[in-house]
């Protein structure tokens, strides 16, 4: 029998683990698990069934790494520790995923390339953005463009991970295509770095900040578009005074 939630949180912590380890539960789909163990890990859970949830959330490859960190300062060591195990697994099942890619996209043709972005964004949900980057960083235009055109807000992303690697030297066109990408999703994290994007070298990136900018509000946006409309470089400045017009 399938337990709704609140009947196995009043279950005694000897029968929730027998449950978490019954049939009952083993039957449901990975989906169904990962969505009833969220539900359950709530600060009442004694430490030993709090770990088996992690256990099991690490077991399906639950791939939410910021999930487990608020765990890692829980007051019982073995929950913590647990934690860190969940977030050493994902980064390293991560750097491995994103290096295999990476091989593939630097040895392959074009034709490959598009099949492989097609591969990673054919289902909507959460992105990995590494592997997203990674794909931004091949020397290939049209794999850059499908994948700035398709990453839509129907993607989950952390964002913030973008924003922080466009200030890490990265080259011209990934600063470029990742302004894009978090232009065309309106994201606030934009701001964060703005003031390292007004200052960039690259006409190119400068252009594509000053088209990000226009999907913001006027109060957002024209205190910078003020900023680029007096660039040291002419198309920045007229492309900056165009978007100032337009209101």
Known sequence: MVLEIMDFLKLKPVEQTDYLNNTDFFQLTAKQKITFLK??????LTPSVTILAL???RRLDYPDRYYFRKFLYHIDLGVAEEARQAIRSWECEKKEQCTDIVNVLLEGKSADRMLLADHFLEAEGKLNEEVLISFLTVDDCKVRESIINRVSLNYELDESVLSECITRGTTWFVRAALVEILGNRKSMHLFDIIDFLVKDKNVEVKLKLINALLNFERESRNAY???LSADSLIWVRKEALRA????
């Open 55 to 57: 256990r099991e959330l």
């Open 39 to 44: 539900q359950i890990l709530t600060p009442q």
């Open 244 to 247: 100032l017009h337009r209101g």
């Open 225 to 227: 578009l003020k900023k």
